[in-house]
């Protein structure tokens, strides 16, 4: 009978360790990403913490997924672990015109369109994470996420079309990390960020025609990331982090049909974030979890598009194809959530949170990122498998201010890119789950 037990059991942990292997797989193959946090920002880097709203991430530590949140967590993670995560996001973007909007004034019918339907729809990304210790005071961990991800999609007959029709930004970070335990008390952590940045447009362009314009950019760039847990008690936890801003300087090719292409760069400064978080045991049941989180999206301003070479009918190398009028402003993220342990081997999760928008006035809202302030709703559920193995899910649905509008004034040559005036309706469903394999 002991041998029976153990053959099912060491079947059983085949089966999750396979289960693993594929949840990693489609972890990395899944960083296809869209905004869930405010602005074009991914604060989903795990499923464990979706469940609290991501409250007081960077003193949780559950898991491996802290490498991303905070490095110097690994220090309370023994031996190896690796974590995969896939999440299913699903934003839903409306516009409705209120009778201001209208294609380029020099087009012939100037009032056509349409409201472009929903500009959402359910998105997959994912992380991968590994940690192990090296010593009794030494962790090294790596990190796959993406930090940064965005993406609209209007209908063809959508009246801001010439602003924008399709807009994607992906990013896919690659992070190294250790961490040291100066003590019971004290831990520290560092990493660097190898990160790849892609942005892709389409939209109309009017020339006494409507014509199709595509724009490909890409870029790797260089990070890094710093972290500290202070154990002040038993029961409590303070942990603080740091994760630089980004320089992308992204190039590639602007093409028109019938005009021609030409290469083209943008320079954005991905943003920078510091976070510090509480985690307090109350009692045997119940843990509370709280951060700020501050974020300096006023690293993005207005960001020109510049061709750097001939093309587009005679447009000389200099030229600037377009200005990006973002004009973000720095903001601030709230979040508390709570744990309960119902059982050795369930835990119950609720989490809540505000976002700000970097978004500072109805004049910036673009049809490309129609962003608003946002409420957090989360639960979720941890259950422990056995000592190596425990699987994660949540859900949140994130209420986004609705009712500003959007007006966005003519760009280009005689209003070449029309006049989008309406207001849009915003809200996001997110569904997550992790495996987390212990060895």
């Known amino acids: ?12 942990g085949e089966n999750m360790r396979r289960a693993l292997i594929a949840l990693s797989i489609a972890a990395i193959g899944g960083l296809s990403t869209h905004a869930a946090a405010s602005g074009f920002q991914l604060i989903e880097q795990n499923a464990s913490g979706l469940g609290n709203a991501y409250a007081g991430q960077a003193a949780a530590a559950e898991n491996s997924s802290t490498i991303f949140y905070n490095p110097a967590g690994m220090t309370r993670l023994p031996g190896r672990q690796v974590s995969a995560a896939v999440h299913a996001i699903g934003p839903s973007t409306k516009f409705s015109d209120n009778g201001g ?5 020099n087009l012939p019918a100037p009032n056509g369109g349409t409201n472009g339907g929903d500009a959402g729809g359910w998105i997959p990304t994912g992380n991968l ?20 991800g965005l993406k609209t999609e209007y209908d063809n007959t959508f009246i801001g079309r010439f602003q924008s029709r399709v807009a994607e930004i992906k990013t896919y970070d690659f ?12 831990a520290l952590g560092a990493g660097v960020s190898y990160q790849r940045g892609e942005i892709s447009l389409d939209r109309s362009f009017f020339a006494g025609a409507t014509l199709p314009e595509t724009v490909r950019l890409s870029d790797n760039a260089w990070g890094w990331n710093i972290g500290a847990m202070f154990t002040l008690s038993p ?29 083209s760069k943008v320079e954005v400064k991905l943003p920078d974030t510091f976070s510090i978080a509480l985690s307090h045991q109350v009692n045997d049941r119940w843990q509370v979890l709280g951060d700020v989180t501050y974020t300096r999206w006023g690293t993005i301003n207005n960001i020109p598009l510049i061709l750097t070479s001939r093309g587009l009918g005679a447009s000389p190398a200099g030229t600037v194809a377009d200005i990006l009028d973002f004009n973000f402003r720095d903001t601030y993220r709230v979040g508390v959530g709570a744990n309960y342990q119902y059982s050795d081997n369930f835990t119950v999760k609720l989490g809540t949170a505000y976002d700000q928008t970097p978004v500072p006035d109805a004049a910036h809202r673009t049809v490309l990122l129609p962003d608003n302030d946002r409420w957090w709703l989360a639960l979720g ?27 966005n ?23 997550s789950v992790q495996l987390t394999w212990a060895f």
Do not use: E
């Not at 009978?1 to 059983?12: G, L, N, P, Y």
């Not at 909007?101 to 004034?105: D, E, G, K, M, Q």
């Not at 942990?239 to 049909?257: M, Q």
């Open 129 to 148: 994470y590994t940690s192990w210790q090296l010593s009794p005071q030494l962790w090294a961990g790596l990190g796959v996420s993406a930090p940064f």
């Open 381 to 407: 559920g941890k259950y422990r498998f056995s000592k190596t193995t425990t699987i994660d899910a949540g859900y949140a649905h994130i209420f986004v201010v609705n009712g500003d509008t959007l007006r």
């Open 101 to 105: 909007s209208r294609s380029p004034t």
């Open 409 to 431: 004034k003519g760009v280009g040559a005689a209003g070449a890119q029309g006049i989008v005036s309406g207001s849009c309706k915003l809200s996001v469903d997110i569904l």
């Open 235 to 263: 029961q409590t936890r303070l942990g603080a982090s740091y994760r630089s801003a980004i320089n992308h300087d992204l190039t590639g090719t602007v093409n028109i049909t019938g005009l021609g292409a030409a290469s």
């Open 175 to 186: 992070n190294p990390s250790v961490a040291y335990k100066v003590s019971d008390a004290v």
């Open 1 to 12: 009978m002991t041998i029976q037990k153990t053959r099912v059991a060491s079947r059983a």
